[in-house]
């Protein structure tokens, strides 16, 4: 009778035979069984992974049939519609994936899908991270890759979007051409090596292209690489829970259970994009029609995650400042410069900073491993919510044409509203976010001050009937009770009246009423102990003779 125990021979001999020479064993042994937790959430930043991994196998198809070229040539192809029709061979050649390359249309649809879901991948992971305090030491280092890494992934989808050298990629290409030159200084020269001279050129796809598929991929590949060995490294954070601590990781080890998901994970992913390729389509460039800098198409919108810059271009008034008393090389286009810097600068710049403002307000210099719940740091979860009203303005108002001429409202008035609405709704989301964050704390407070309805009538002796309440769950009451307060500095005199070091001074009594603001704790989890009727808190099995149902 066999051993169940024993090692196959096909695995125990390679296994051997590695070991002795590279002495993986042990390397193995330790990360196998790494632990990682069991949240959904942590699931979101597989998205961004595993749509990357896609985008890498489909653009390696793409590459071995696109031209990336801008020489004139007369369409000849299967789409009758174009034949005859003076085009660049890039379109030429995209037209050709499109209809005469088997499966080619396939794969540029999921190509695109997957470049959409890559992103919003990231934008959802990073919300992830943020809202629940996971960029926090000693984590502040991958934050920024993360960062860095959906700057690079909005640079390639521009740079992928303009290869076809269709009229609604040339749009987007041309207003990326208005951007980069108005920018002091440095505008004619960025122009001059994306465009090899004078709008259009000849070089510009065959430039893009470069980057593309070369440069852009190359540094994405670095990071998502050092992303996951930080994060492999410095262990996963996890959700607030019963026997969770900041020294220990609850969960499932890599080997099998989360393999085995990651593997399934990645097939859902696959199923979806090749689903949404196959029934929805996307950029139809021959529809479009091959570009030509005199025309433009109605109702030309970019993909999504650009929408905001478009936003912000339609809504800024056409401002300029004209140096020197001259109307020519002292021209300083405020109505181009700030749509194109001032909101990503806003965006990408408060991402990159926030752990270290952060830490600056709070003097919170400890490791955290457990995550907050979004409700317990409620002005750092409105200050998020705010910057994604202020993003959202944007991306609406990238499409107020179409606003204006499916709803039958004008189009100045839409301009206006988006003005206002791009600084008034921020502000609202922020005082909304917070009163809804302390209104959830209440709730957190009341359930561990008298338990959770029972569903059991009690008839108390002077005639009044209340619900009993029963404690809540272990589980529950654990995740409420890995409620921390929010970090914040001594800011308060000593005997002698003389403020603590380091907050003397305008800057030190700033961050002191930062910190007093930001931190501490708004609502304690004992506040649910006070009730008006105080048979009516108390906690009990509902066994009693005078219990009604």
């Known amino acids: 009778m066999s051993d ?11 296994s051997t035979f590695l070991d002795e020479r590279l002495g993986g064993a ?58 005859g029709v003076m085009m660049s061979e890039a379109y030429a050649s995209s037209l050709e994936i499109s209809f005469d390359v088997r499966g080619g249309l396939l794969m540029r649809q999921m190509h695109h899908w997957a470049a959409l879901l890559f992103v919003a991948g990231m934008t959802v992971h990073m919300l992830r991270v943020f809202f629940t305090g996971a960029y926090r030491k000693p984590r502040e280092l991958n934050w920024i890759i993360g960062v860095l890494l959906l700057t690079l992934a909005l640079a390639e989808g521009l740079t992928g979007y303009s290869l076809p050298d269709d009229l609604l990629s040339g749009a987007g290409l041309r207003i990326t051409e208005g951007v980069a030159i108005s920018l002091p200084l440095v505008g004619t020269y960025i122009t001059f090596f994306l465009f090899g001279g004078e709008y259009p050129g000849g070089d510009v796809v065959s430039r893009f292209y470069s980057l593309h598929i070369l440069l852009i991929p190359g ?53 979806v994009v090749s689903g949404l390729a196959t029934f929805a389509q996307i950029n139809p460039i021959w529809l479009f029609g091959p570009y030509t800098p005199a025309d433009v198409s109605a109702g030309s919108q970019p993909d999504w995650y650009m929408g905001f810059l478009e936003g912000s271009l339609r809504l800024m008034p056409p401002w300029e400042w004209n140096l020197f008393g001259t109307a020519h090389a002292g021209t300083l286009p405020l109505s181009v410069i700030i749509p194109a810097l001032v909101p990503m600068g806003i965006i990408m710049t408060g991402l990159a900073l926030y752990p270290f403002l952060e830490r600056w307000v709070t003097g919170d210099n400890r490791e955290h491993h457990v995550a907050d719940r979004p409700r317990n740091n409620p002005h750092r979860t409105s200050i998020g919510i705010s910057a994604m009203t202020f993003y959202g303005v944007l991306w609406l108002l990238g499409a107020n044409d179409e606003i204006s001429a499916n709803f039958h409202i004008s189009l100045n008035w839409t301009t206006y509203a988006g003005r206002v609405l791009v600084f008034v709704a921020p502000a609202l989301a922020y005082m909304i976010t917070y009163r809804i964050c302390l209104g959830l704390q209440r709730s957190d407070a009341a359930v561990i001050g008298h338990g959770v309805e029972s569903g059991v009538i009690k008839r108390l002796p002077h005639g009044e009937f209340i619900e009993v309440h029963t404690p809540p769950a272990d589980d529950i009451e654990a995740h409420m009770r890995g409620k921390e307060a929010v970090a914040a500095l001594p800011v308060d005199e000593d005997a002698s009246g003389i403020p603590p070091k380091g907050m003397r001074g305008p800057l030190g009594k700033l961050r002191g009423r930062m910190s007093k603001a930001y931190g501490g704790e708004k609502i304690p989890l004992d506040d649910g102990h006070h009730e008006e009727h105080g048979e009516h808190a108390a906690i009990g099995s509902g066994d009693d003779r005078s219990l009604t149902h």
């Open 26 to 83: 042990n390397f193995l042994k330790r990360n196998l069984r790494k632990i990682f937790p069991d949240h959904w959430s942590f699931l979101l930043g597989e998205i961004a992974l595993y749509s990357f991994i896609i985008l890498l196998l489909t653009g390696t198809f793409l590459t071995l049939w696109f031209k990336p070229s801008m020489g004139e040539v007369v369409y000849d192809g299967s789409y009758a519609p174009l034949k």
């Open 4 to 14: 169940l125990n024993a090692v196959p021979k096909a695995i125990a001999g390679p």
């Open 219 to 271: 540094i994405l590949l670095a990071l998502v690489s050092a992303h996951m060995v930080l994060m492999w490294v410095q262990k996963h954070t996890q959700m607030p829970g019963k026997g969770r601590t900041n020294k220990n990781v609850v969960g499932a080890p890599f080997y099998p259970a989360f393999m085995a998901k990651a593997g399934a994970y990645f097939l859902f992913t696959l199923a």
